[in-house]
Nanobody, 121 residues
Framework: QVQLVESGGGLVQAGGSLRLSCAAS????????MGWYRQAPGKQRELVAV???????NYADSVKGRFTISRDNAKNTVYLQMNSLKPEDTAVYYC???????????????WGQGTQVTVSS
């Protein structure tokens, strides 16, 4: 069984910073791309940032220059450093990963349970 567990959300004032973490655990053969999505109330879930197994990154235009995604392959963990936070960044943030478990020959898409980020003005 593969699981993604997020941590690091919370309440912060505008202009502040938060760091989200997401650790993958279980019977893992390989982790491909890892990423962060977010969903604000009444809105669709949207991609925030993604990082490949080789370290290539891609960001939503709304967070470029403020957020940084990184990963520690030895720890099966992806991070999202969020700086200069704005009230419009308020959302539930979800970790996502494309993982091949040990017992199968294909990869599956996994989601974390979500962590709330609230930015006050």
């Amino acid at each position: 069984q593969v699981q993604l567990v997020e941590s690091g959300g919370g309440l912060v004032q505008a202009g502040g910073s938060l760091r989200l973490s997401c650790a993958a655990s279980g019977s893992i053969f390989r982790i491909n791309a890892m990423g962060w999505y977010r969903q604000a109330p009444g809105k669709q879930r949207e991609l925030v940032a993604v990082i490949t197994s080789g370290g290539s990154t891609n960001y939503a235009d709304s967070v470029k220059g403020r957020f940084t995604i990184s990963r520690d392959n030895a720890k099966n963990t992806v991070y999202l450093q969020m700086n200069s936070l704005k009230p419009e960044d308020t959302a539930v943030y979800y970790c996502n990963a494309d993982i091949r478990p040990r017992i199968v020959s294909t990869s599956y898409n996994y989601w974390g349970q979500g962590t709330q980020v609230t930015v006050s003005s």
